[in-house]
């Protein structure tokens, strides 16, 4: 990928540099993937950096004063010579794309009231000030720069495809024969550690909001085979009938559910004033309040726009709604009431001694309860959960599961996971995806490992206009072959390396988890033909449900 000169900077070196990697990577053979996701991984090779460094640097000499390129060095944060500063020009709205091997970070987000644990924003926003892309005045709040983010991660989970937006402070020969965006992103770069890269910094609008124009996220994650019974001694056709089986269990995920028993739901919850919380029919728009702030400091994954908009969406879900009343005036399974009776009675045996109570593992919500109130935050798309076929990186077969979706809570694609793997070993009944989609269940479900999920790509739509249009530079950075070379090139080079080292399902994180989930992962049948029963009636009460509710 030649460069011109007259950027007036020696980048290429830092962009074309190929990985000479024998990971082997291909991607899933889903009959769904989405055109607009695909991942490109293009084998061509840049061209020769030496002689457009030396052109660069001969330029440079000759014609500006703009300081020296940093040094060539990845590995610290603030390169020893910290007054490599471009000279600010104006200052412009831009968006990047970022990547990162999020193994030793706690979550993408800076953590304002935790400044020493490590983030990936934290080392974004101190690389781009040591670039000269944030004034001293804004350095340290990210709110003075206008920052804005696709989409969060949590501790440990990688991204090939965060989309940042900022203020940033711009020289004057930002993009000139740069379309792509390279120049100011490899700057960057030189004051990243290799575990985070800055794919490309484009110009972009005022009006761009990076989170609310994604309107697709793509998540991998990549599963030791061995965890769904796949060994190494098996026929082709055994193999295909294992992933024909995982299959059929992710695809029930698809569609539009209440996650609720997927994540911490409290944390989507939205709250009431003590004087509001009496009055159960008067559920204006501002009775609501937004999430805590707490949450979207500490926690990592994003949260739909249906937030701040939940209240017009819940009254078409009927979130609120209870199991109806017969003529009698009494619900047909009132006499259970939440299902604690039959709980309480067994807490002393014959003897009348007590015995060690049972958990509640999975209940039945009979009558609306404020303090565990559902509301259309809890409702996410699920527009693609699949697996591809059998992949081998160095010697450990693998599988990727791809989960397409509009947005996705807190925990929520790790306990996906999880749930669907303690089905397939069995260690839940099949009908568990049924009856932990419905708004009334409350079902406690396994958290699979957080170090081989990554998000792979987005898809942004301008809102509240017709039509899918995408604005030009977010189509550049999705779609850009040669900026999907330089994300592939990091795939294979930085990540997979990395990911590579928990795949072997005897060492860490697997060996644990799977003793934990074939330990713990159980529900009393009780409990489970109560929510069955409870279920039963539910979609019994209305003729369209029996429909709707069918899988």
Known sequence: MAVSSSLRLAISPWISSSCGSNFRFSSSNNTKTLAILSFSSSSSSSSSSSSSSSSSSSATSQTITHPPPPPQSHSVVNP????????????????????????????LQKQLDQPSIATIEGALETALYNAGGIRDSNFGNLHKVGWGRSSRTDKGVHSLATMISLKMEIPDYAWKDDPNGFALASYVNSYLPESIRVFSILPSQRRFDARRECNIRKYSYLLPAEIIGIKNNLTAAEINSHLSDFREILNSFEGEHPFHNYTIRSKYRKKFTTKQSRGKDRRTKSSYVSLDSEFEEHYGEE??????????????????????????????????????????????????????????????????????????????????????????????????????????????????????????????????????????????????????????????????????????????????????????????????????????????????????????????ESQLVEVRNAWQLWRDSFPVRAVAASF
């Open 80 to 107: 020893p010579n910290s007054n490599y500063k471009w000279e600010s020009f104006r200052k412009k709205k831009v968006v990047m794309r970022v990547g990162y091997v999020g193994t030793d970070y706690r979550g």
């Open 303 to 524: 949260s739909s726009d249906s937030e701040l908009e939940g209240h017009d969406r819940e009254e078409s879900f009927g979130v609120n709604e209870v199991i109806p009343r017969y003529a009698d005036g009494k619900s047909r399974i009132s006499s259970k009431s939440n299902g604690l009776e039959n709980h309480l009675a067994g807490l002393c045996d014959e003897n009348g001694d007590q015995k060690t109570p049972l958990p509640i593992m999975a209940r039945w919500l009979y009558e609306p309860d404020d303090r565990d109130k559902l509301n259309a935050s809890h409702f996410r798309k699920i527009v693609q959960c699949s697996c591809g076929k059998l992949e081998q990186l160095l010697g450990t077969n693998y599988i990727e599961i791809s989960i397409c979706g509009e947005s996705f809570m807190l925990h929520q694609i790790r306990k996906m996971v999880g749930t669907a793997v303690a089905v397939k070993r069995n260690l839940l009944p099949r009908d568990i995806l049924k009856l932990s989609l419905n708004k009334f269940s409350r079902i406690v479900l396994p958290l699979a490992p957080s170090e081989v999920l990554i998000l792979r790509g987005n898809n942004f739509v301008l809102r509240n206009q017709p039509g899918n249009v995408t604005r030009p530079e977010m189509v550049t950075l999705v779609e850009s072959e040669e900026i999907l070379k330089v994300v592939d090139d990091f795939y294979k080079c930085k990540m997979l390396p990395q990911i590579s080292k928990f795949l072997d399902p005897s060492n860490s994180p697997w060996k644990e988890w799977v003793e934990t989930l074939d330990a713990n992962t159980s529900i009393p």
